[in-house]
């Protein structure tokens, strides 16, 4: 995204200037902000991004036309110092203040630092290589950045930097005047005209076709220069054809217009986030954005230039840039005060309130900046950059000072109180619960973190052996890939008097070593129905649906729920990572408040199935952080707070709903949450045990140790 506000005043396809062009850049916004809000009918609005693209290389390379026809030749300086004007104040500005926010918003420090490294490239233009190299898919990045929209920014200013330059590279050797001067672009003779859109064109060709070779590897192709490339130049070859296209009858190109604008809403609608961009699906909203800058050469009669050329769409059009950069730092620090994933009407009015932000930015600091002294002189606007990448850098490292200012406390954390009850001379009347004492150690973890305890040694010395350290060896039974069945086996006595089982995904493998316990402890029998990536719950996994496992999902859970009833148990227990994405009828990613409503339907499915069951217990949701915690305690000289995650709002709404569910049923529910995060925090050890083998999963140690709190919540002595 680089195109601005007064671009198309200074190039003209047709007989003047092009203010159907601002309502185009209003209708891409416009499906970018529906996109961010979560609007699922159009859930690719960020096809909005590729609509940019390609007016990007229309507007950049219609100013060098221009230029070249108007002066004879092009100030590659002075022309990236206008770019400069327009394009920088506002990212900085707005670096500036998500920076400052994030600092007082966020309570994660991890969070705050990987904003401030973000906005740091951002402020280079070079944020997209920074996800390109994370390997990170753009709906990939969790939790969301304040920042992660720049890598379209980035894109965009790499695009002006570069083109330039390669046009001079083309014709160069076409400059009709002597000596050759490498600071000027010369307006080049009819054949070098014809050979600078040949090699375009054949530029374009291979980003395309590198874009279609490397869609699926995700964030590689999303975020680089070089397949995105494409898009730009095909924006730029209309500019170099512009003179082909006046001939065209007038209603021809009128329905061209309204054909280009359905196929880009079309394209925002079909397609969702999985959809393979910028490969072969980019071509839609590409070749209709053509269609409508071809459709709306000189105006024809019942186009839809008409409807773009409306006031109030050109006002948003004019804006654009500022309400762009406004609104994905508004949406996430609105919903970090909240501490809740916002709703349609909420996100709504905070849009609207950017809105309302972008236009006094606009008018007091976007257009004087691009148009007032000092920068507007010459080549003085070059100095932006840097000077953009000073400022941020400052503000940056005295964050990072702030962050870090608070002691280090080597060694171990506090030891263990012997009470959740406040501190009293009076001896205690009852000793604590298991429960207490586990969730005690969790507590005064985080309070260590809190207080800048670094990771201890006795922790990071025994970090070699967590692959190890794991609930496989506990599971021979589970059910494998490509199976709808499995072995069924159990722990403890044969003859037991009582029998447990649990049921479900990993989420419930992790707990086999502590129900085995529980069993050895109890003398129970103990059954196990597990399958990876594969729910107790009807919900439909969506990476089921589209891996063609959904049936195989379906068969193993209707054969464990026909196995369960057999076994009658006195104890069924349910657990499940619920914060996987969920599928509605077809394929496609449902909001956040769609996918907890069908996750509470498909656990009330499964828990009125077991109705008969004397017992029916639904754990509840284990937190999963954004990054693996063993990567992070391995760093040396880690701050405990570096790895504690915040417990997440779709883990909270994946609780809400399975409560809800639970209650509905007339099951049971068991808060597991007090015995891995303390409040909203979630530290990746408890006192001197490590909680986690990998991302998400409990080692089996610390699932052991956990055997008499779950006993004691469950009610088995």
Same mark, same amino acid.
């Given at each position: 995204?680089?195109?601005?506000?007064?671009?198309?005043?200074?190039?003209?396809?047709?007989?003047?200037?092009?203010?159907?062009?601002?309502?185009?850049?209003?209708?891409?916004?416009?499906?970018?902000?529906?996109?961010?809000?979560?609007?699922?009918?159009?859930?690719?609005?960020?096809?909005?991004?590729?609509?940019?693209?390609?007016?990007?290389?229309?507007?950049?390379?219609?100013?060098?036309?221009?230029?070249?026809?108007?002066?004879?030749?092009?100030?590659?300086?002075?022309?990236?110092?206008?770019?400069?004007?327009?394009?920088?104040?506002?990212?900085?500005?707005?670096?500036?203040?998500?920076?400052?926010?994030?600092?007082?918003?966020?309570?994660?420090?991890?969070?705050?630092?990987?904003?401030?490294?973000?906005?740091?490239?951002?402020?280079?233009?070079?944020?997209?290589?920074?996800?390109?190299?994370?390997?990170?898919?753009?709906?990939?990045?969790?939790?969301?950045?304040?920042?992660?929209?720049?890598?379209?920014?980035?894109?965009?200013?790499?695009?002006?930097?570069?083109?330039?330059?390669?046009?001079?590279?083309?014709?160069?050797?076409?400059?009709?005047?002597?000596?050759?001067?490498?600071?000027?672009?010369?307006?080049?003779?009819?054949?070098?005209?014809?050979?600078?859109?040949?090699?375009?064109?054949?530029?374009?060709?291979?980003?395309?076709?590198?874009?279609?070779?490397? %869609?699926?590897?995700?964030?590689?192709?999303?975020?680089?220069?070089?397949?995105?490339?494409?898009?730009?130049?095909?924006?730029?070859?209309?500019?170099?054809?512009?003179?082909?296209?006046?001939?065209?009858?007038?209603?021809?190109?009128?329905?061209?217009?309204?054909?280009?604008?359905?196929?880009?809403?079309?394209?925002?609608?079909?397609?969702?986030?999985?959809?393979?961009?910028?490969?072969?699906?980019?071509?839609?909203?590409?070749?209709?954005?053509?269609?409508?800058?071809?459709?709306?050469?000189?105006? &024809?009669?019942?186009?839809?230039?008409?409807?773009?050329?409306?006031?109030?769409?050109?006002?948003?059009?004019?804006?654009?840039?500022?309400?762009?950069?406004?609104?994905?730092?508004?949406?996430?620090?609105? %919903?970090?005060?909240?501490?809740?994933?916002?709703?349609?009407?909420?996100?709504?009015?905070?849009?609207?309130?950017?809105?309302?932000?972008?236009?006094?930015?606009?008018?007091?600091?976007?257009?004087?900046?691009?148009?007032?002294?000092?920068?507007?002189?010459?080549?003085?606007?070059?100095?932006?950059?840097?000077?953009?990448?000073?400022?941020?850098?400052?503000?940056?490292?005295?964050?990072?000072?702030?962050?870090?200012?608070?002691?280090?406390?080597?060694?171990?954390?506090?030891?263990?109180?012997?009470?959740?009850?406040?501190?009293?001379?009076?001896?205690?009347?009852?000793?604590?619960?298991?429960?207490?004492?586990?969730?005690?150690?969790?507590?005064?973890?985080?309070?260590?973190?809190?207080?800048?305890?670094?990771?201890?040694?006795?922790?990071?010395?025994?970090?070699?052996?967590?692959?190890?350290?794991?609930?496989?060896?506990?599971? &021979?039974?589970?059910?494998?890939?490509?199976?709808?069945?499995?072995?069924?086996?159990?722990?403890?006595?044969?003859?037991?008097?009582?029998?447990?089982?649990?049921?479900?995904?990993?989420? %419930?493998?992790?707990?086999?070593?502590?129900?085995?316990?529980?069993?050895?402890?109890?003398?129970?029998?103990?059954?196990?129905?597990?399958?990876?990536?594969?729910?107790?719950?009807?919900?439909?996994?969506?990476?089921?649906?589209?891996?063609?496992?959904?049936?195989?999902?379906?068969?193993?859970?209707?054969?464990?729920?026909?196995?369960?009833?057999?076994?009658?148990?006195?104890?069924?227990?349910?657990?499940?990572?619920?914060?996987?994405?969920?599928?509605?009828?077809?394929?496609?990613?449902?909001?956040?408040?769609?996918?907890?409503?069908?996750?509470?339907?498909?656990?009330?499915?499964?828990?009125?199935?077991?109705?008969?069951?004397?017992?029916?217990?639904?754990?509840?949701?284990?937190?999963?952080?954004?990054?693996?915690?063993?990567?992070?305690?391995?760093?040396?000289?880690?701050?405990?707070?570096?790895?504690?995650?915040?417990?997440?709002?779709?883990?909270?709404?994946?609780?809400?709903?399975?409560?809800?569910?639970?209650?509905?049923?007339?099951?049971?529910?068991?808060?597991?949450?007090?015995?891995?995060?303390?409040?909203?925090?979630?530290?990746?050890?408890?006192?001197?045990?490590?909680?986690?083998?990998?991302?998400?999963?409990?080692?089996?140690?610390?699932?052991?140790?956990?055997? &008499?709190?779950?006993?004691?919540?469950?009610?088995?002595?």
């Amino acid at each position: 995204m680089n195109t601005t506000a007064d671009d198309e005043q200074a190039t003209e396809l047709g007989s003047g200037p092009r203010r159907d062009i601002q309502g185009l850049r209003a209708v891409a916004l416009v499906l970018i902000l529906l996109s961010s809000l979560g609007v699922s009918q159009f859930s690719a609005g960020f096809v909005g991004i590729d609509v940019f693209f390609v007016l990007t290389g229309f507007f950049i390379t219609g100013l060098l036309v221009r230029e070249a026809n108007e002066r004879r030749n092009i100030d590659v300086l002075e022309f990236l110092a206008r770019r400069a004007r327009r394009l920088l104040p506002m990212a900085t500005l707005v670096l500036l203040v998500t920076l400052v926010a994030s600092f007082v918003l966020f309570d994660d420090d991890d969070r705050i630092g990987s904003t401030a490294t973000e906005a740091l490239w951002a402020s280079g233009l070079v944020a997209n290589w920074k996800y390109f190299l994370n390997g990170d898919g753009y709906f990939e990045i969790f939790p969301t950045s304040p920042v992660q929209h720049f890598w379209a920014v980035s894109v965009g200013g790499q695009f002006t930097l570069l083109w330039p330059l390669l046009l001079l590279l083309i014709l160069f050797i076409g400059a009709r005047r002597a000596p050759f001067q490498r600071k000027y672009i010369h307006r080049p003779s009819a054949r070098r005209a014809g050979l600078l859109v040949a090699v375009i064109s054949l530029v374009g060709v291979a980003s395309l076709l590198l874009a279609v070779m490397s %869609a699926e590897s995700g964030g590689v192709a999303y975020f680089s220069i070089l397949t995105r490339l494409w898009e730009f130049v095909a924006g730029a070859l209309l500019v170099l054809g512009v003179d082909r296209l006046g001939s065209l009858p007038g209603p021809a190109k009128a329905a061209m217009s309204w054909l280009g604008l359905a196929g880009i809403v079309a394209a925002a609608v079909v397609f969702d986030q999985d959809a393979p961009f910028p490969g072969t699906p980019a071509l839609l909203p590409v070749l209709a954005t053509i269609l409508v800058l071809v459709g709306g050469v000189d105006g &024809p009669r019942y186009g839809a230039g008409g409807l773009l050329s409306l006031a109030p769409l050109t006002w948003l059009g004019d804006r654009s840039y500022g309400i762009y950069l406004w609104h994905l730092p508004a949406l996430v620090f609105a %919903a970090e005060y909240v501490d809740q994933d916002l709703n349609l009407l909420e996100g709504t009015v905070i849009t609207l309130g950017v809105v309302a932000l972008s236009a006094v930015t606009y008018a007091l600091i976007e257009r004087p900046l691009r148009t007032g002294a000092p920068f507007n002189r010459g080549k003085v606007g070059l100095v932006l950059g840097p000077v953009s990448v000073a400022v941020v850098t400052v503000v940056v490292l005295v964050s990072q000072d702030a962050i870090t200012a608070a002691p280090t406390i080597a060694g171990d954390p506090p030891p263990i109180s012997t009470s959740t009850a406040p501190t009293s001379t009076a001896p205690p009347t009852t000793p604590p619960t298991p429960a207490q004492v586990i969730a005690d150690g969790v507590l005064q973890t985080v309070l260590a973190a809190d207080s800048g305890d670094s990771v201890s040694t006795r922790i990071t010395d025994r970090l070699g052996g967590l692959a190890a350290d794991t609930w496989t060896d506990d599971t &021979p039974c589970i059910s494998a890939f490509g199976s709808t069945t499995s072995d069924v086996c159990f722990y403890g006595p044969e003859n037991a008097e009582q029998t447990m089982v649990i049921f479900g995904d990993a989420h %419930a493998a992790m707990w086999v070593p502590t129900l085995r316990q529980i069993a050895a402890d109890s003398g129970w029998k103990f059954y196990y129905f597990v399958k990876e990536s594969c729910t107790s719950s009807g919900a439909r996994l969506l990476d089921a649906v589209r891996q063609n496992r959904e049936a195989e999902c379906d068969s193993w859970r209707d054969w464990a729920i026909d196995q369960i009833i057999g076994l009658a148990p006195d104890l069924t227990i349910l657990a499940n990572n619920g914060t996987v994405a969920i599928t509605g009828e077809g394929d496609d990613r449902l909001t956040a408040d769609e996918q907890t409503a069908a996750w509470e339907a498909g656990m009330l499915e499964t828990l009125q199935t077991f109705g008969e069951l004397p017992r029916v217990v639904a754990f509840s949701q284990a937190p999963v952080g954004p990054d693996d915690p063993v990567v992070c305690l391995d760093q040396e000289n880690v701050l405990l707070s570096a790895c504690t995650f915040l417990f997440g709002r779709a883990a909270d709404a994946t609780n809400n709903a399975t409560q809800r569910a639970v209650a509905t049923s007339g099951s049971e529910y068991l808060d597991v949450t007090p015995f891995l995060c303390a409040g909203n925090k979630c530290p990746p050890i408890n006192l001197a045990d490590i909680m986690y083998s990998a991302q998400g999963q409990l080692t089996r140690s610390y699932a052991v140790k956990l055997a &008499p709190a779950i006993a004691y919540g469950l009610g088995i002595s």
